[in-house]
């Protein structure tokens, strides 16, 4: 099994969209390289913790791979838009590819060159080290899940795009 953490917006629809994908093992939203310890959801909205709204998505790479996954990332981010995804802004709704393993560096480098050379523009995802990793709370875990009628930047279109995804391989 293997991990990547990836801030997209709210990581309510990114999650979603995720535990869509088959080979996608589990998911976690929670907040990444930010500040403080251990933050809430308040104290990231109200105190300028610095940490990201991320998911962490544990895979199994002989069923997708992270190359796979990356892509899938690239279709539900404007790559270049500077702390604000659909409706949501501030710098908890940056994008961000955070990565636990050196290993991926090469893939997310990669697949990051091509995605920016296709836009001819920089892109505003930030490739890191992932530094820390805090849950959110248990009411924004398969929030969708929870509250089918819940907000979510993400079109409907792109849920099927994540549904469909190994039948086109």
């Known amino acids: 099994m293997a991990e990547i953490f990836l801030a997209g917006g709210c990581f309510w629809g990114a999650e979603h969209f995720f535990k869509l994908v088959d080979g996608v093992t589990d998911t976690c939203v929670g907040f990444a390289n930010g500040l403080t310890e251990n933050p809430s959801y308040r104290d990231v ?3 300028h913790t ?3 709204e991320t998911v962490r998505v544990g ?3 002989s069923r997708v ?3 796979e996954l990356l892509r899938l990332y690239f279709r539900i981010i404007d790559p270049t838009s500077l702390n604000r995804q659909g409706g949501d802004v501030g710098t908890q709704y940056r994008t961000g590819i955070y ?3 050196s290993a991926d560096l090469n893939v997310i480098r990669g697949v990051y060159d091509e995605v920016a050379a296709e ?3 920089p892109l505003a995802v930030e490739v890191l080290p992932l530094i820390h990793f805090y849950a959110a709370e248990e009411y924004h875990q398969d929030y969708l899940d929870k509250n ?3 907000y979510c930047h993400l079109s409907p279109e ?5 549904r469909e995804f190994h039948k086109k391989k």
């Open 45 to 47: 909205c109200d105190r």
């Open 50 to 52: 610095g940490h990201a």
């Open 59 to 61: 895979y199994d790479p």
């Open 65 to 67: 791979t992270l190359e």
């Open 99 to 101: 990565y636990a393993d």
């Open 119 to 121: 836009y001819g523009a």
């Open 148 to 150: 089918p009628a819940g």
């Open 158 to 162: 792109l849920f099927d795009l994540a």
